[in-house]
């Protein structure tokens, strides 16, 4: 009975009704759409770092991370080599010997970190062909080495010219050999950029003495957000106490904690538009129950309790709260598959940031669902919290005043 009086009641105004929805539907989308604009451009930028180089996973030797060591190697063994049929979400997997060496043209010695890949599953898993800015890429079999263009104008070194290399090997063994460039390689990361040395894994692992070793098995996820799925079931069948396996958010814990920060300034700006919305809601609720103050009187007046009148405005206000969310779950959902699909274009001093780093420089919108009924959710419970000045009216509301007002 309450029910459909107050069905009644909602469209019995159809002005105020498409006002006040309109205003939470509007609360919803402008919130589900700032909320998908920020954390698609994260998730744009983490999954072209993680797929530049680090990977969404790695699986080391038990503490190599924390303390890297040339003798803290794994073997490519049985359990290792069926990593890449443990999840289908697995897209890629990389081996990789990763150390340091003294690399010299004669004249000119700089540190710098020697990585083994194999060319072809690398360039597979991180177009590095493509980073080649000098010089050629390295073929299958190929017997020289690609450098940071940085590091080539450091040691006074280029395509064609030859290198020397001096560490300590596998077990202390003597490390030593010269090898020709390639060509240079230009990495978004600066620092590889001046210390980065890349090889055919096989020839690192005969420059070390360490045959048929790997520092590093680099996991490339299908999607970003399936990185811990992948880790459990890579867990369940390594031995975890032979080998580490770390998610992104272990290895760059630094990215994640600058995403952190910038979403706490946005729940600032998040708790303001709350405010608004809520003042603004508020009024309009105000609004409709001083029009409504001789309707209120009348329905006292002939006997009807009031907590069956707090019920029926209650319910009244919750089917607009409804109708305002659901309408801004879909336009906000609509809106931000457009900008998915058809990214925000940078212009200026921050798209040339973004082309420095090798990025497209664009910002593309999120489409996970979380983001929008999360902000559905708030503001839904806005409308409920401020039902609570309803209940305080009828409360005090006297039949022969509401009447006269």
């Given at each position: 009975?309450?029910?459909?009086?107050?069905?009644?009641?909602?469209?019995?105004?159809?002005?105020?009704?498409?006002?006040?929805?309109?205003?939470?539907?509007?609360?919803?989308?402008f919130c589900g759409f700032m909320g998908a604009i920020?954390?698609?451009?994260?998730?744009?930028?983490?999954?072209?770092?993680?797929?530049?180089?680090?990977?969404?996973?790695?699986?080391?030797?038990?503490?190599?991370?924390?303390?890297?060591?040339?003798?803290?190697?794994?073997?490519?063994?049985?359990?290792?080599?069926?990593?890449?049929?443990?999840?289908?979400?697995?897209?890629?997997?990389?081996?990789?010997?990763?150390?340091f060496a003294l690399v010299s043209t004669g004249e000119?010695?700089?540190?710098?970190?020697?990585?083994?890949?194999?060319?072809?599953?690398?360039?597979?898993?991180?177009?590095?062909?493509?980073?080649?800015?000098?010089?050629?890429?390295?073929?299958?079999?190929?017997?020289?080495?690609?450098?940071?263009?940085?590091?080539?104008?450091?040691?006074?070194?280029?395509?064609?010219?030859?290198?020397?290399?001096?560490?300590?090997?596998?077990?202390?063994?003597?490390?030593?050999?010269?090898?020709?460039?390639?060509?240079?390689?230009?990495?978004?990361?600066?620092?590889?950029?001046?210390?980065?040395?890349?090889?055919?894994?096989?020839?690192?692992?005969?420059?070390?003495?360490?045959?048929?070793?790997?520092?590093?098995?680099?996991?490339?996820?299908?999607?970003?957000?399936?990185?811990?799925?992948?880790?459990?079931?890579?867990?369940?069948?390594?031995?975890?106490?032979?080998?580490?396996?770390?998610?992104?958010?272990?290895?760059?814990?630094?990215?994640?904690?600058?995403?952190?920060?910038?979403?706490?300034?946005?729940?600032?700006?998040?708790?303001?538009?709350?405010?608004?919305?809520?003042?603004?809601?508020?009024?309009?609720?105000?609004?409709?129950?001083?029009?409504?103050?001789?309707?209120?009187?009348?329905?006292?007046?002939?006997?009807?309790?009031?907590?069956?009148?707090?019920?029926?405005?209650?319910?009244?206000?919750?089917?607009?709260?409804?109708?305002?969310?659901?309408?801004?779950?879909?336009?906000?959902?609509?809106?931000?598959?457009?900008?998915?699909?058809?990214?925000?274009?940078?212009?200026?001093?921050?798209?040339?940031?973004?082309?420095?780093?090798?990025?497209?420089?664009?910002?593309?919108?999120?489409?996970?669902?979380?983001?929008?009924?999360?902000?559905?959710?708030?503001?839904?419970?806005?409308?409920?919290?401020?039902?609570?000045?309803?209940?305080?009216?009828?409360?005090?509301?006297?039949?022969?005043?509401?009447?006269r007002a």
């Amino acid at each position: 009975m309450l029910l459909r009086l107050a069905w009644r009641n909602i469209w019995r105004n159809k002005r105020r009704t498409i006002i006040t929805a309109s205003s939470i539907a509007f609360a919803v989308l402008f919130c589900g759409f700032m909320g998908a604009i920020q954390e698609g451009s994260w998730d744009y930028m983490i999954n072209n770092v993680v797929s530049s180089y680090t990977g969404h996973i790695q699986i080391h030797h038990k503490g190599f991370w924390d303390n890297p060591s040339i003798n803290d190697l794994m073997t490519m063994d049985g359990e290792l080599s069926s990593v890449g049929e443990l999840s289908e979400e697995i897209e890629t997997v990389v081996p990789r010997l990763e150390s340091f060496a003294l690399v010299s043209t004669g004249e000119k010695t700089r540190g710098a970190m020697v990585i083994g890949i194999d060319p072809l599953k690398e360039d597979e898993f991180s177009k590095i062909r493509e980073k080649v800015t000098k010089g050629v890429y390295l073929s299958s079999t190929d017997d020289g080495v690609l450098i940071g263009d940085r590091l080539g104008e450091l040691i006074d070194a280029g395509p064609g010219d030859t290198i020397f290399m001096i560490s300590q090997g596998y077990h202390g063994v003597n490390a030593a050999g010269k090898y020709p460039i390639r060509g240079y390689v230009h990495f978004p990361n600066p620092q590889f950029n001046k210390g980065a040395i890349i090889t055919h894994i096989d020839k690192a692992q005969y420059f070390y003495g360490a045959e048929g070793l790997i520092s590093a098995l680099v996991v490339k996820a299908r999607t970003l957000d399936t990185e811990y799925e992948i880790s459990d079931a890579i867990k369940q069948e390594l031995d975890t106490s032979r080998y580490e396996v770390m998610t992104y958010q272990e290895l760059m814990p630094e990215l994640i904690k600058s995403k952190q920060i910038d979403a706490s300034g946005n729940y600032i700006i998040f708790f303001v538009l709350y405010m608004i919305i809520a003042f603004g809601i508020f009024g309009t609720i105000l609004m409709m129950l001083k029009e409504r103050e001789y309707e209120f009187g009348v329905l006292l007046s002939i006997g009807m309790e009031k907590v069956n009148l707090f019920m029926m405005v209650w319910l009244e206000l919750l089917i607009l709260a409804t109708i305002g969310v659901i309408i801004g779950i879909f336009i906000s959902y609509g809106v931000s598959y457009y900008f998915h699909v058809n990214p925000i274009v940078l212009t200026g001093e921050f798209a040339d940031a973004m082309e420095n780093f090798e990025f497209e420089p664009i910002m593309p919108a999120s489409i996970n669902l979380k983001i929008f009924f999360t902000q559905a959710i708030i503001v839904y419970g806005i409308c409920i919290a401020i039902i609570i000045f309803p209940y305080l009216h009828v409360r005090k509301l006297e039949p022969v005043k509401a009447m006269r007002a």
